[in-house]
């Protein structure tokens, strides 16, 4: 009797025990993720790449508590004046270079940069999947629709698991190539900026109107008035050869007569551009260069803030034997691959000589 009861007993607790793996066996239903409606981007009015030259658009995306992964494409891409959803231009593929290895500056040799790079194809307009910030690659305006044309729209789409939402009315407005920079034309309009000086014999269309004012003036010219104001140095860029990679400094007086470049006696050529194979004669000096210059947007002893950084000077004695310094430098930027030379025009003769 008593066994008996006792196999009831158990029998009892049996019950529980499969009820409860019964529960756990049965599946629960999928938890479907969040994705608020104030989640977006920090976006301009308008995105206005330069044409000729590749561009990241960090967007900001603000998820505010959705459930990640996210992920992004681009929607409904048209034209913003009628609105024409045939606008294959901006998924053609184009020829561009990327890197494999990062570029660092270190390098010594055009083949050890190159040998970092490599051609590939890809679109002009793309976004980041798992980022949602936007690649402008390069490509020409004979291919992408340019100011003052209105330009496109486009939509992006965010999703995660089982939620969706489209973000509308990206206004893409690219902006024709600038080959370099400082640029002598204004990028909207394409007229030329005010220049009041002759430009160097020969020196082509490619006018700039930059001026340099060196530190030392009163030092550096013969002037009487050590507070002269007037445009010291022009700059002007030059391009032969399209697919050339090398770049070449002059110096000219006001009457386009050549300076040697040795006279810039401070100048550490080998230390003022990310160039190699140094050639200086009496006219000028040349380097074998990759472009574009600078290379990234990275700083580097080459480059700052996305520019290259030049800078020449030269020392002489003054009254007395005292040692005076003048230099004068140029931040800058070349885009497009070619023979290029820059020259800088000397508005009054430097002086070179000891007094």
Request: charge should be positive.
């Amino acid at each position: 009797m008593k066994k008996l009861q006792q196999m009831k007993w158990n029998s009892c607790l049996a019950i529980p025990v499969v009820m409860v793996l019964a529960i756990a066996c049965k599946k629960l239903p999928e938890k479907k993720d969040y994705l608020s409606q104030d989640a977006s981007f920090n976006m301009k009015s308008v995105y206005e790449p330069i044409l000729g030259r590749t561009a990241l658009e960090l967007t900001q995306f603000s998820a505010d508590g959705s459930t990640y992964p996210l992920i992004f494409s681009i929607e409904n891409a048209r034209t913003k004046n009628g609105g024409h959803t045939n606008v294959p231009e901006l998924f053609q593929k184009v020829k561009v270079q990327e890197w494999k290895r990062d570029y660092t500056g270190l390098e010594t040799s055009l083949a050890e940069i190159e040998a970092k790079r490599v051609w590939v194809e890809a679109p002009f307009l793309e976004v980041r999947s798992g980022s949602g910030d936007i690649i402008f690659r390069n490509a020409p305006s004979t291919l992408i629709r340019s100011y003052p044309d209105s330009g496109y729209l486009f939509d992006i789409k965010v999703r995660n698991k089982g939620n969706e939402r489209i973000i509308k009315d990206f206004w893409l407005r690219p902006i024709k190539e600038v080959p370099y920079e400082p640029y002598e034309f204004d990028v909207y309009t394409r007229e030329r900026k005010t220049e009041s000086r002759p430009r160097p014999s020969g020196g082509g269309a490619n006018i700039v109107p930059y001026t340099i004012h060196p530190t030392g003036v009163s030092k550096m010219y013969f002037t009487k008035d050590s507070l002269f104001t007037d445009t010291l140095i022009s700059v002007y860029f030059t391009k032969e050869n399209a697919t050339g990679h090398s770049l070449t400094f002059k110096f000219v007086d006001p009457r386009f007569n050549p300076i040697d470049p040795a006279k810039f006696s401070n100048t550490q050529w080998d230390k003022i551009l990310h160039g190699f194979n140094r050639r200086q004669t009496a006219m000028g000096v040349t380097y074998d260069v990759a472009y574009p210059i600078p290379l990234t947007q990275l700083n580097t002893t080459w480059a700052n803030s996305g520019k290259a950084n030049v800078k020449f000077g030269y020392s002489r004695k003054g009254f007395g034997g005292e040692r005076l310094d003048a230099s004068f430098g140029l931040n800058f930027a070349i885009y497009e691959p070619g023979d290029w030379t820059i020259t800088f025009y000397f508005r009054r003769d430097p002086i070179f000589n000891d007094d």
